[in-house]
Nanobody, 122 residues
Framework: QVQLEESGGRLVQAGGALTLSCAASSARTKMGWFRQAPGKEREFVAAIRWSSGSTYYADSMKGRFAISRDDAKNMGYLQLYSLQPEDTAVYYC??????????????????WGQGTQVTVSS
């Protein structure tokens, strides 16, 4: 049984920052973060290869978001900076026990959390 749980989402003013957390019980070979705004497709935000800590970002997220993990705590993190209203979305943590070199698509992950709401006000 694989369990994922995101936390940390809240209302924040434009220009603010948040740290989202993902508790992952297993299948942490890779961890990704995606987001989905109302009426929009779920989009890739960032991913991390658990063993090496190598990180990967959507082009639009580079310099604003940072993904990390703490293996001892079985926790993954997504730090969000300089938030804008268009960043408003449900943010999801996802994992997979395979490393295939693919990490940008929802189909690359077998396990998903329930999501945490991030709302950015102007």
């Amino acid at each position: 049984q694989v369990q994922l749980e995101e936390s940390g989402g809240r209302l924040v003013q434009a220009g603010g920052a948040l740290t989202l957390s993902c508790a992952a019980s297993s299948a942490r070979t890779k961890m990704g973060w995606f987001r989905q705004a109302p009426g929009k497709e779920r989009e890739f935000v960032a991913a991390i290869r658990w063993s090496s800590g190598s990180t990967y970002y959507a082009d639009s997220m580079k310099g604003r978001f940072a993904i990390s993990r703490d293996d001892a705590k079985n926790m993954g993190y997504l730090q969000l900076y300089s938030l804008q209203p268009e960043d408003t979305a449900v943010y999801y943590c996802a994992t997979d026990r395979r490393w295939t070199g693919l990490y940008r698509y929802t189909s690359d992950y077998a396990y998903w959390g329930q999501g945490t709401q991030v709302t950015v006000s102007s």
